[in-house]
């Protein structure tokens, strides 16, 4: 089977990830909400930090409602999205120095990582939106934090959110051309 079949397969039957992102809205939606509260900054990572608990049964339960196959069993390539996904949790050392260290700036390394660990999916696959998005999400939040300073740190969540469906829609577009 030739390469670029295989992923284009994966990116038809695995409809782009979609059901990944549209979880990841909700999670940053709900960070969003947790960073808009009037509370200590210490609470609000650790509260983000369990948001993200919700993000795989969330992932799995969204790709199952718009029939997307998320496992690939049948697809050579098919256990290579799950190890792109999980080299994001590889990335959380330096959320959790973040945490401890520079607790206003634990959002910015987390929007950044979250936005980054998008960039291999572009080859998996094979999917433009992807090798985009994955660079201007890094760095529309790194600029974002910088200019904020420590405040209104929500805009940097909800600002991720609307990159998100951006990248959704786009990657909706890649999926229908594919699949027609």
């Given at each position: ?22 979880a990841a809205v909700v999670i940053w939606s709900i960070i969003t909400i947790i960073f ?32 997307a196959d998320w496992k690939m069993k049948n697809n050579p390539f098919g256990s290579l ?100």
């Open positions: 089977m030739e390469l670029n079949k295989i992923r284009n397969e994966l990116s038809i039957k695995g409809k782009n990830g979609i059901g990944f992102l549209l808009f509260q009037q509370l200590e900054i210490q609470q609000k990572n650790i509260f983000m930090l369990f948001s993200t608990g919700l993000m795989f049964p969330l992932a799995i339960a969204i790709s199952t409602l718009i029939k999205g799950s190890y792109l996904n999980l080299a994001q949790i590889i990335y959380f050392p330096i959320l959790f120095w973040a945490i401890i260290k520079s607790p206003d700036d634990a959002i910015i390394f987390f929007a950044i990582i979250t936005g980054a660990h998008f960039f291999p999916y572009g080859w998996f696959y094979n999917a433009r939106p992807f090798y985009i998005m994955a660079p201007i999400m890094s760095v529309v939040i790194m600029f974002l934090g910088l200019y904020l300073n420590g405040e209104n740190l929500w805009v940097i969540p909800l600002t991720l959110v609307i990159l998100l469906v951006v990248a959704i829609i786009w990657l909706r577009f890649d999926y229908k051309n594919k699949s027609n």
